[in-house]
DNA sequence: CCGCTTTATTGACGCAAATCATTGTTTGTC
DNA sequence: GACAAACAATGATTTGCGTCAATAAAGCGG
C-alpha cells in the first residue's frame, strides 16, 4: 500500500491502504508484527488500481518479482496442463497470498485471474526477503504462511485422491463458508464468485457432476441456491459430509 | 548431524555426518549457503540412529520440534482420515526435507515412517528459525525449498484431479526416475521402496488397478518388473504419457 | 524349515462419474 | 433491445476404475 505518513491523519487514502489500519491484518502477513514493524512492511508494499474482472494478476512464464495480498474481491489461480486445459488450483479470498509457489523458480508456474472486480496488495519479493531478514516476527510469520499453504494443498490432495464427489463439493462449499466466516461474513450465505466449470475444475469433477451435485444438495435440503447465491440450510449435515467416513452404506 | 570439530580431522563419524562433506548438500538445505555458514548449520543439527523399516520419524499429533531431512534410505509421509484410513501425502528421497508442514500449527499434521533402513538429520525448528535471522543465504533457501513443495503439491493435484489412472503411475516413475537420476543413480532402473498398497494409496488409485497398470505396461514394453526392482525400457514413452494429451484416441 | 501373515496378481462385475447431447438462462456487446 | 456467447441444468449413454473374490508368492517369526 501506499506509503502512510504519521503527519497526514486526515488523508483518507492512505490510512485505508496501511496494513495497521487493515481490517484483515491478522490473517494476513502482518499477523503477529507489532505496529512499529508493520510500517517498515507497509513501506514497500504498493497498492495496485483495482483489477476488473478477468483482468490477469499476473500470468505463467512471467518472470517473479512479488507476492501479491487480496485486499477484496476474489481471485482464482490456475496452471495449464501440458495439452493446454487449465487446472484450477485455488481460490483465493481477502487476506491471502497469492503467487507463492514461484518463489522456488523465479518465474511465475501459475497466472492468476480475477473472479470478480478486485484489489490487491503487491509486495514485492527482493524487498519482503531482506525486511524478512531484519524483522524476525515478519520472517517467522512468512514462514507460518508457506508452511500453511502445504498443508493446505495436502488436503486438498486426500481430497481429490480420496473422496467422493459429493464429499468433494460438501467440501469446497464448507471450506468457503469458514473462510468467509473468518472474514466477517455469514457463513449460511454468501456468493460465489467462481463459476460451475471453475469449481469442477478445482474439484476434478466435470461441470455436469457439480451441477446435478448442486440440484441434489439442493433436494436434500442441505442448501438452496440461486445462480451463484448460496444459502446453507444445514450447515452440520454438510460439515458430516464433507468430513464423512464412508463406513456404513447399510441404512 | 554431529558437530564437526575441525581439530579431528581423522574423525570419520564426524567428517561423515557433516553437511560440507555430503554429497547432498546442493539438493538439501545447505544449497548456496558458504563453507563458514554451513558450520553454523552444522552445529544445530542432530544425526540420530538409523531408523528400521517401519519406524517412525514422527507421529500426528505430536509437537512440532524439528523438521528432517533424510540422509539416506527413504521415508513416507501420510495423514489419517476421518474415518482413520490413511492417504500417503509423500515419498521422500536423500536430500528432501520432510516436516514443513508442521511450522504453522506447533503440531505434526502428518506421520512419517521409514520405507527400509533409514538415516536423517534432525534440524530443530526453533533454532533453524533463528539461524535463518541471522544468515540471509539460510533464510532465503529455507523460502525456496518450501516453494517447491508448493509447486510439487500443486503438480500432485493436477495429477489427481486431471488425470487417468495410466498417466498417474507413469508420472510418478518419472518423478522416481528423475530423482534418482539427480542423486546419481540410475533413471532407467531402480528399486521402489514402498509397497504397491502405498503407491496406489498415494496416486488415489486401488493397489489392483496399480498391478494391472504394471503388468499392462510390462506388456507394451514400456517397463521391466521384478517385485519391487524396476526398469524402464522406454522412458521417452513413458514420460510422454506422463504428460500425455489425450487428443487423439483415433489411432 | 514350516506355518502364518502380508503383499501381489488376476478375473468378474457393478457403479459413480465422464461424455455426449439438448435446452434453457444469463451476461455482455453493438 | 436484439443477438451472440458463455454458463447452467438435465437426460441418455458409456466407461474407467473400484469392489469383491480367489489364488499365488514373498516375507517373517519361531
Redesign the pocket.
Known amino acids: 500500500m501506499a506509503n502512510l505518513q504519521p503527519g497526514k491523519p486526515l488523508d483518507m487514502a492512505a490510512i485505508k491502504v496501511a496494513c495497521a489500519n487493515c481490517n484483515l491484518h491478522n490473517l494476513c502477513l502482518p499477523l503477529g508484527i507489532d505496529t512499529r514493524d508493520i510500517e517498515r512492511l507497509d513501506d514497500i508494499i504498493n497498492r495496485k488500481r483495482p483489477l476488473a ?1 478477468g483482468e490477469y494478476l499476473f500470468q505463467a512464464g512471467a518472470p517473479f518479482h512479488a507476492i501479491y495480498a487480496i485486499r477484496s474481491g476474489s481471485v482464482k489461480s490456475f496452471t495449464a496442463t501440458e495439452d493446454g486445459q487449465e487446472q484450477v488450483t485455488g481460490f483465493h479470498l481477502p487476506g491471502e497470498l497469492v503467487g507463492l509457489d514461484a518463489i522456488s523458480s523465479d518465474t511465475h508456474n501459475c497466472s492468476a485471474r480475477a473472479l470478480e472486480t478486485t484489489s490487491v496488495c503487491e509486495i514485492p519479493y527482493p524487498q519482503l526477503e531482506e525486511l524478512s531478514a531484519l524483522m524476525p516476527s515478519l520472517q517467522r510469520q512468512l514462514l507460518r504462511v508457506m508452511s500453511r499453504e502445504i498443508l493446505q494443498d495436502e488436503h486438498m490432495m486426500m481430497l481429490l485422491g480420496r ?6 463439493l460438501a467440501a469446497m462449499l464448507m471450506s468457503m463458508s469458514n473462510r468467509f466466516k473468518q472474514r466477517g461474513f455469514s457463513p449460511r450465505e454468501f456468493h ?1 464468485s ?7 475444475n478445482y ?13 441434489r444438495f ?1 433436494e436434500d435440503g442441505l442448501l438452496e ?1 440461486e ?2 447465491h448460496v444459502r446453507i440450510l444445514d450447515l452440520a449435515r454438510l460439515s458430516v459430509l464433507a468430513g464423512a467416513n ?1 463406513i456404513s ?1 447399510d441404512e
Open positions: 474482472r473422496k467422493a464427489a459429493d464429499e468433494r460465489l467462481m463459476s460451475r466449470n471453475d469449481i469442477g474439484l476434478g469433477l466435470a461441470v455436469e457432476t457439480v451441477s446435478r451435485l448442486f440440484t439442493q441456491t445462480r451463484k464412508r452404506p
